[in-house]
């Protein structure tokens, strides 16, 4: 007897193939059989007319400080998400001088924009080494499996000290030989890869660039061999391209002899520079370097609003002086004060944040029920504004002043310069790409793409209506079997005899995002934006259901993941 089945659901299994109706038995942890007719099971579920899919495998979050203090990782669990892989960008807790704690704080905090209360409040630092660290990792069961990258920043300030925080600083022979050597030990114990960020984008809170921004060939090629003898590890960057920066790391990725992760958008300064990348990758696959760019299934945007990081007043001084009330306080005196009103709205105009803010709204919209992250351009704010007669800045506090304060705008700053989503759908489409980039843990005061997830399926298969669709079993498979080949997680993403049983049942038709909103519930009280889902049925982790409609059960079976893991043959002998 069977411990699961799953009864005649739409299985879309992840290869890529056409949909179709089938029973998936699991046993032991591991999906045991898949057809029609199984056997019985301990417990069944019927699936009729419901979508089964692997679980999602999420390989670009940021959740190194959470995963210390949250079993439940939330919102990634919320959208289907079995696996996460962290440590992405270069920053990261581990390794750790005593003392040094507070740079890395600061570096996460300016970059990842995840506040410094709540890193020094929710993170104990019971580790220097980055082999502890994943100790201490291991030592937490979840809903989830995790597994943790070496970040350069903190492997830099952890070798060179304070000169290590100085992008420009060049290592000595012997400090690029010790870093390599921590690396490799980490790599060894089980790190999935080792990440750096050379964009200019990233900085610490204090203003600093991040520490790899620069870093040269000595450092990186060094770096790479260290993967070379570990035999071990993704090589991730988060890069602006700078001339003979791809070159670069085309040239670490071949010495390390390992795969290259490369994050690609679309940005508005070189609108066609991620086709250049692309052919690039094209060009260095066929010279035997195992590159693949991550790409997003939405446009990458920041939310505004009143008690978001980022809005159209959050630097007037009149916005400032209210920094001292609660947010309820603060809507109490927005609501109460015209004066106050007319001040935010037609003071201070000119100063440098009110003028990067009238620009933002001439494509920026409002985040209404429906949802739509392929807004079209005759619904920003600036131009509604225009058609009523109205000052644009008058129309976003208005907006922002909705639902009890709650009100949000949507600011596509990336992959959106024609006003639509055709660029995104060529990215999704290219064979050299994964899904990645949502940050999910991340920029907690500006986004939610942690729920990228559900709308790559909900969006991309079937809410689309300017532009063509894609298929569900290719979106599928983008999210599950390709991200979770891309980090050698050969056990998971396929519903298959032989491989973990993470997988999700889902009301497909009904599935659907929920507004984000604010929650002040990260550790200090610190806020961050979350958004919920609904249509997910069941998601089951190892064989266990961790969350039903929505709510956790009691299942904590997720667990550390150390390295590459084994294809089903071996994952079944286990």
Same mark, same amino acid.
């Given at each position: 007897?069977?411990?699961?089945?799953?009864?005649?659901? &739409?299985?879309?299994?992840?290869?890529?193939?056409?949909?179709?109706?089938?029973?998936?038995?699991?046993?032991?942890?591991?999906?045991?059989?898949?057809?029609?007719?199984?056997?019985?099971?301990?417990?069944?579920?019927?699936?009729?007319?419901?979508?089964?899919? *692997?679980?999602?495998?999420?390989?670009?979050?940021?959740?190194?400080?959470?995963?210390?203090?949250?079993?439940?990782?939330?919102?990634?669990?919320?959208?289907?998400?079995?696996?996460?892989?962290?440590?992405?960008?270069?920053?990261?807790?581990?390794?750790?001088?005593?003392?040094?704690?507070?740079?890395?704080?600061?570096?996460?905090?300016?970059?990842?924009?995840?506040?410094?209360?709540?890193?020094?409040?929710?993170?104990?630092?019971?580790?220097?080494?980055?082999?502890?660290?994943?100790?201490?990792?291991?030592?937490?069961?979840?809903?989830?499996?995790?597994?943790?990258?070496?970040?350069?920043?903190?492997?830099?300030?952890?070798?060179?000290?304070?000169?290590?925080?100085?992008?420009?600083?060049?290592?000595?022979?012997?400090?690029?030989?010790?870093?390599?050597?921590?690396?490799?030990?980490?790599?060894?114990?089980?790190?999935?890869?080792?990440?750096?960020?050379?964009?200019?984008?990233?900085?610490?809170?204090?203003?600093?660039?991040?520490?790899?921004?620069?870093?040269?060939?000595?450092?990186?090629?060094?770096?790479?061999?260290?993967?070379?003898?570990?035999?071990?590890?993704?090589?991730?960057?988060?890069?602006?391209?700078?001339?003979?920066? +791809?070159?670069?790391?085309?040239?670490?990725?071949?010495? !390390?002899?390992?795969?290259?992760?490369?994050?690609?958008?679309?940005?508005?300064? !070189?609108?066609?520079?991620?086709?250049?990348?692309?052919?690039?990758?094209?060009?260095?696959?066929?010279?035997?370097?195992?590159?693949?760019?991550?790409?997003?299934?939405?446009?990458?945007?920041?939310?505004?609003?009143?008690?978001?990081?980022?809005?159209?007043?959050?630097?007037?001084?009149?916005?400032?002086?209210?920094?001292?009330?609660?947010?309820?306080?603060?809507?109490?005196?927005?609501?109460?004060?015209?004066?106050? &009103?007319?001040?935010?709205?037609?003071?201070?105009?000119?100063?440098?944040?009110?003028?990067?803010?009238?620009?933002?709204?001439?494509?920026?919209?409002?985040?209404?029920?429906?949802?739509?992250?392929?807004?079209?351009?005759?619904?920003?704010?600036?131009?509604?504004?225009?058609?009523?007669?109205?000052?644009?800045?008058?129309?976003?506090?208005?907006?922002?002043?909705?639902?009890?304060?709650?009100?949000?705008?949507?600011?596509? +700053?990336?992959?959106?310069?024609?006003?639509?989503?055709?660029?995104?759908?060529?990215?999704?489409?290219?064979?050299?790409?994964?899904?990645?980039?949502?940050?999910?843990?991340?920029?907690?005061?500006?986004?939610?793409?942690?729920?990228? *997830?559900?709308?790559?399926?909900?969006?991309?298969?079937?809410?689309?209506?300017?532009?063509?669709?894609?298929?569900?079993?290719?979106?599928? &498979?983008?999210?599950?079997?390709?991200? !979770?080949?891309?980090?050698?997680?050969?056990?998971?993403?396929?519903?298959?005899?032989?491989?973990?049983?993470?997988?999700?049942?889902?009301? +497909?038709?009904?599935?659907?995002?929920?507004?984000?909103?604010?929650?002040?519930?990260?550790?200090?009280?610190?806020?961050?934006?979350?958004?919920?889902?609904?249509?997910?049925?069941?998601? +089951?982790?190892?064989?266990?259901?961790?969350?039903?409609?929505?709510?956790?059960?009691?299942?904590?079976?997720?667990?550390?993941?150390?390295?590459?893991?084994?294809?089903?043959?071996?994952?079944?002998?286990?």
């Amino acid at each position: 007897m069977f411990d699961l089945v799953i009864r005649g659901g &739409r299985l879309v299994d992840g290869s890529g193939a056409p949909e179709r109706v089938a029973d998936v038995a699991v046993a032991g942890g591991i999906v045991a059989e898949v057809g029609r007719g199984l056997g019985p099971g301990r417990r069944e579920i019927g699936a009729d007319g419901l979508l089964v899919t *692997p679980g999602f495998v999420d390989i670009h979050t940021h959740y190194d400080a959470q995963a210390t203090w949250d079993r439940q990782l939330t919102p990634s669990a919320w959208h289907g998400v079995t696996t996460a892989v962290f440590g992405n960008c270069g920053v990261g807790f581990a390794p750790v001088s005593r003392g040094a704690e507070g740079y890395l704080i600061n570096l996460m905090e300016g970059v990842e924009d995840i506040p410094e209360a709540v890193l020094a409040k929710g993170i104990e630092f019971r580790w220097q080494s980055f082999e502890d660290y994943l100790d201490v990792l291991a030592e937490m069961p979840r809903t989830m499996d995790v597994a943790a990258q070496v970040p350069h920043g903190a492997l830099r300030f952890h070798v060179m000290g304070e000169r290590g925080a100085d992008h420009a600083a060049v290592p000595t022979a012997a400090e690029i030989v010790r870093m390599g050597a921590l690396l490799e030990r980490a790599l060894r114990a089980g790190a999935l890869g080792f990440t750096t960020s050379r964009t200019i984008k990233h900085r610490a809170r204090d203003g600093r660039p991040t520490p790899g921004l620069s870093a040269g060939e000595a450092e990186l090629l060094g770096l790479a061999a260290a993967m070379r003898r570990a035999g071990a590890g993704v090589l991730e960057v988060n890069s602006d391209f700078a001339e003979g920066d +791809f070159e670069l790391l085309c040239d670490a990725a071949r010495t !390390a002899g390992r795969p290259l992760s490369l994050l690609l958008v679309q940005v508005d300064s !070189a609108p066609d520079r991620w086709r250049e990348i692309l052919h690039k990758i094209e060009q260095a696959r066929s010279m035997g370097v195992g590159a693949t760019a991550q790409v997003g299934s939405r446009p990458i945007g920041v939310l505004m609003g009143l008690e978001c990081s980022m809005q159209p007043f959050a630097k007037h001084p009149d916005w400032l002086a209210l920094q001292n009330l609660t947010p309820g306080g603060r809507l109490a005196r927005l609501l109460g004060e015209p004066e106050l &009103r007319r001040r935010l709205v037609f003071e201070h105009r000119h100063e440098p944040h009110a003028q990067w803010a009238w620009k933002a709204l001439e494509r920026g919209f409002e985040l209404t029920d429906e949802l739509d992250y392929e807004p079209p351009p005759g619904q920003a704010i600036a131009v509604r504004a225009e058609r009523a007669g109205q000052d644009r800045f008058a129309l976003a506090l208005e907006l922002m002043l909705a639902r009890g304060g709650s009100g949000l705008i949507l600011h596509p +700053f990336e992959n959106y310069c024609a006003g639509d989503l055709d660029v995104v759908r060529q990215m999704l489409v290219h064979p050299f790409t994964v899904c990645g980039v949502a940050d999910a843990g991340a920029h907690v005061g500006i986004i939610c793409d942690a729920s990228s *997830p559900t709308s790559l399926l909900a969006h991309w298969a079937r809410d689309r209506r300017r532009g063509p669709r894609l298929p569900l079993e290719f979106l599928v &498979r983008k999210q599950t079997r390709d991200t !979770a080949l891309h980090y050698g997680l050969g056990d998971r993403g396929l519903l298959a005899p032989g491989y973990r049983a993470d997988f999700n049942v889902i009301d +497909f038709k009904r599935l659907r995002l929920g507004r984000p909103e604010l929650a002040y519930d990260l550790p200090a009280g610190g806020r961050r934006l979350v958004q919920k889902a609904i249509g997910y049925r069941h998601t +089951f982790v190892a064989g266990e259901e961790t969350w039903t409609d929505g709510e956790a059960t009691s299942a904590l079976p997720g667990r550390l993941l150390r390295g590459a893991r084994p294809g089903p043959a071996r994952a079944a002998a286990q």
